[in-house]
């Protein structure tokens, strides 16, 4: 049974072993496309790309969301989306806002991850967590190009 000192942060117990790197076992990046400035010079014909829009580059475990519900979309859309929750170590990043891109860089144990791209859907989190966990939305018919796990 686990027992927690008593200077009332529990949270960071609980951290110190729920974000070890063989639970945490895949690698993402958050990049948010607002970040990323690109200016196409017409007298060149060159565009200019300013900034890469990474958030965060580091482990995360990558988890289903078990609800009554799997799936979302109507039968007159061909996209469905699924839930899925990210967590990032308790302090790898601050507010990331809705949209922000999802790429799985490296999932050992499931590379299929590799080819999905999520997006951040929520952020929010409770007064005390373990670990940084995110709400993203995958959506099944996108597949990113080149990726073969």
Known sequence: MLTFSDDGDWAREVAEVSTLPEFQNAR?????????????DPDTAKWTV??????????ARI?????????GGASNNPTTETAIRIQVPRFGMGRVRKGVK????????NPVLEKYLFAVTSDMQGSASGARTFECALDGDVELPGVTP
């Open 102 to 109: 999802v790429y799985v860089d490296d999932a050992p144990f």
């Open 50 to 59: 300013t900034g890469d829009g990474v958030l965060y580059r580091g482990q």
């Open 28 to 40: 993402v990046r958050f990049v948010d496309p607002s970040l990323i400035v690109s200016e196409y």
């Open 63 to 71: 988890i289903g969301v078990r609800w009554g519900v799997f799936s």
